[in-house]
């Protein structure tokens, strides 16, 4: 896997040339911060020298520490009552960066400890934000063998332990970037199946495949009309791929996950016109994301949670085959849907799996609901680049939108919270009567009114969780999770995955 590895590393004499690390990156909000006493003078006698040295990423020539080298890493505006952990995040990407360009192989990662409780999982959340900058593409990886370029990473600390954790997180990561950001032929379905099986063989995650026609046209009717058109090109099928991962011991909480993974959205009947189609086999970040955090699970084996999830693959295609605007189709719960628009796909998709997992919910101990998707342009006009948290009535009672959004805000993927009115239920009222509910209505979501909350209406409605309410003899919580705006970072085509949430969602799982 194309990962860097970190390694704890509490021997301050490591930091003079030893256990072959060769550069010293410190990342800190002012020299003075730094517990190293022969770092700490170092970087101030550089300050003398060089007046950037504190205020921007710096390297010096370090005679005697670490491959001589010393890199600091200033984290700006700390003082600043809005920022969060990020900070050190950008921080720790700017030097990492230095640090790979000056040549060094194995780095040694000093984050200078903070008193401010925003920053509590700052050494954390830039060790991760390393492996984000160091990421490449599996397509690059593939066409030239690319290797990793760092060796290892060494976490330079007096008391912490932290490398199991990260390189599980990372591991993690790793997986959700390469599903997410792979163009849709390497990527197909069956290739995004074959990808998470490979990367969980030999593990303790239960895994299976769904990739029968008869057998998906019976069981998932919405995904399959999404699909409709692509099952006539073998290697376009779509899959359902069921993840589990069953802990040792006495299960105290279940959470269910629904991951929307369409490999490409042509928008099928409606079909994206203008430009709007490039980047679209970046639609299955939510798939990604899930299957990501199986993987974390699989090498951290939390105790006490159990885990299911079931992600829906799918190519939105357009063709002869290709499913319309105006049809009716009956959800795995049994409930008729007016299709409003072909490219509010992903709901559809969506739907069938919640249906699916709610059966399942029904049974289990203490559960909790919810689906990742990479869902509305909506979503993106409304908070940009951070992701949202729709949660039903049972879940606001529990609070689990807000404890998720202080669990993930913490590990630097802070969450916005939204809420569901009653106008979202009626947004989705098929005005004709033919159907129960409508899928959606034929404009953009980014310039509809609730464009991302009205769809979670439609997902509770579709999947029959409507049921579950607050009063219902069996509640059951569900958060539906739009990370349309935090999926990838930079260019808005073709930008690096992120892997959200993976961290704030495995986060809220142990600490729930």
Same mark, same amino acid.
């Given at each position: ?442 404009? *953009? ?9 009205? *769809? ?18 069996? *509640? ?37």
């Amino acid at each position: 896997m194309f990962q860097v590895n970190f390694f704890d590393v509490k021997a301050e004499n490591a930091i003079f040339n030893g256990e072959g690390w060769d550069a010293v990156v410190v990342v800190t909000p002012d020299l003075d911060s730094i517990i190293f006493d022969e770092i700490g003078l170092l970087a101030k006698h550089g300050a003398h020298v060089d007046k950037r040295v504190g205020k921007s990423p710096t390297l010096l020539f370090a005679p005697g520490l670490a491959g001589g080298r010393l890199i600091i890493a200033p984290v700006t505006q700390v003082s600043d009552e809005y920022v969060d952990v990020r900070v050190y995040a950008d921080a720790a990407r700017a030097a990492i960066t230095i640090a790979k360009e000056a040549g060094a192989k194995r780095p040694l990662l000093y984050v200078a400890p903070s008193k401010d409780a925003r920053f509590g999982f700052a050494a954390e959340v830039a060790a991760l934000a390393c492996g984000q900058e160091l990421w490449q593409t599996l397509e690059l990886r593939e066409a030239t063998r690319l290797t990793p370029a760092f060796e290892a990473i060494g976490l330079l600390s007096l008391s912490t332990h932290n490398s199991n954790l990260l390189n599980a997180l990372e591991a993690g990561r790793v997986l959700a970037r390469d599903l997410c950001g792979t163009e849709p032929e390497r990527m197909s379905a069956k290739a995004f199946a074959d990808y998470c099986l490979q990367s969980l063989a030999g593990s303790v995650i239960k895994t299976a495949v769904v990739e029968d026609r008869d057998i998906l046209e019976r069981d998932y009717p919405l995904l399959s009309a999404v699909a409709r058109s692509s099952f006539a090109v073998g290697r376009h099928q779509p899959r359902v791929v069921k993840l589990e991962y069953l802990p040792e011991g006495e299960v105290t909480r279940t959470f269910l996950f629904a991951g929307k993974g369409v490999i490409y959205d042509t928008g099928g009947a409606d079909l994206k016109v203008g430009g709007t189609m490039a980047g679209m086999s970046r639609d299955k970040g939510g798939a990604s994301a899930v299957a990501g955090l199986f993987k974390t699970l699989s090498m951290l084996k939390p105790k006490g949670i159990r885990v299911i999830a079931e992600l829906g693959l799918v190519r939105n295609s357009i063709g002869s085959e290709a499913f319309v605007t105006d049809e009716i189709i009956t959800s795995h719960a049994g409930v008729r849907v007016r299709i409003g628009n072909t490219d509010a796909e992903g709901r559809l998709v969506l739907a069938d799996l919640l249906s699916h997992l709610r059966i399942k919910a029904v049974s289990a101990v203490k559960p909790e609901m919810f689906s990742v998707a990479t869902l509305t342009g909506h979503v993106v006009r409304c908070y940009g680049s951070y992701p949202a948290a729709v949660e039903n009535s049972v879940a606001s009672a529990q609070q689990c939108a807000v404890t998720l959004q202080q669990q993930a805000s913490q590990w630097g993927e802070p969450f916005e919270v939204s809420t569901l009115r009653p106008e979202d239920f009626a947004k989705i009222r098929d005005v004709s009567g033919a159907a129960e509910i409508l899928s959606s209505n034929n404009a *953009p979501s980014s310039i509809t009114a609730r464009g991302h909350q009205y *769809p979670a209406a439609f997902l509770l409605k579709a999947s029959g969780l409507f049921d579950h309410g607050i009063n219902a003899p069996i *509640p059951l919580a569900y958060m539906h999770l739009d990370i349309a705006g935090s999926a990838t970072e930079g260019d808005p085509l073709y930008g690096k995955p992120t892997a959200s949430p993976l961290v704030g969602l495995y986060q809220y799982l142990i600490n729930r």
